[in-house]
């Protein structure tokens, strides 16, 4: 095992030692949390060494880049390749195509270019729906911060469940970066009280996935509920470049 595998497995197993000390502190079961290591932005040779330290599941922010990376390593198909980052529409067939999983699904336009283009790929593609909490113009999301208005949201989120090709099932948020772990936890719950409210107008799709908390935030985040945690620079370390065809 090289010294970068090995570094990589450590960390990566104490943070997983971490969320199962947190999901147990909160009575849940530590197997309900998955944990996506983001290797966005690093080299191809920390991603295989993520994948060779154990790592099961990738996150990827940059369409191009991520696809570069998961043909590169196709023999590995126990991996699964997360797209967790903002899905521009003229590239949704690339997501459509190649990834496991997007986290970010975050507007009806995108929803009906990914359902078309599965269809045409043959596959269905599991999403989560992003929603913003904080009222941030930076981030992407259906804006949920006021509570009371939740219900506009209803008409477009009725469409993008029925959408054949596209399996809804659960949230997503990035709440605003604040001082300490515990700036986070109220954005958490807030997704938390959305899910509740979606699952009982929508009684049909399973939205019991929730993917939340980062390398700042994740235990927070799993004591809060989370299904997913989105950790790279706790694991693989501080990115070295950005690679983002635009």
Known sequence: MSELVESIRTRYLVTL????????????????????????????????????????FLGENY??????????????????WHMIGHVQSRKAQLVAANFNFLHSLDSL???????????????????????????????????????TRWHEMLAELAEIVAL?????????????????????????QKL??????????FSQVDFSGLSMGTSYDYEAAVEEGATFVRVGTAIVGVRKYKTEVV
């Open 63 to 80: 369409p191009e880049e991520g696809v570069m990376k998961l043909q590169a390593f196709h023999e590995f198909s126990a991996v699964e």
């Open 192 to 201: 938390k009280r959305l899910q509740e409210y979606l699952s009982a107008q």
């Open 164 to 188: 054949p090709n596209l399996k809804v099932c659960g949230l997503m948020t990035m709440p605003p970066l604040g001082e300490t772990p515990e700036f986070s936890r109220p954005f958490f």
């Open 109 to 147: 336009k995108l929803a009906r270019r990914l359902d078309r283009f599965c269809g045409e790929a043959g596959r269905s593609l599991s999403s989560l729906l992003e929603f913003n909490l904080g009222g941030e113009g930076t981030k992407s999301g259906w804006p949920a911060w006021d509570e």
């Open 17 to 56: 030692e971490k969320i199962a000390i947190a999901a147990k502190k909160a009575g849940r079961d530590p197997g309900s949390v998955k944990l996506v290591v983001v290797t966005k932005s690093q080299s191809v040779e920390v991603t295989r060494a993520a994948i060779e330290a154990g790592v099961k």
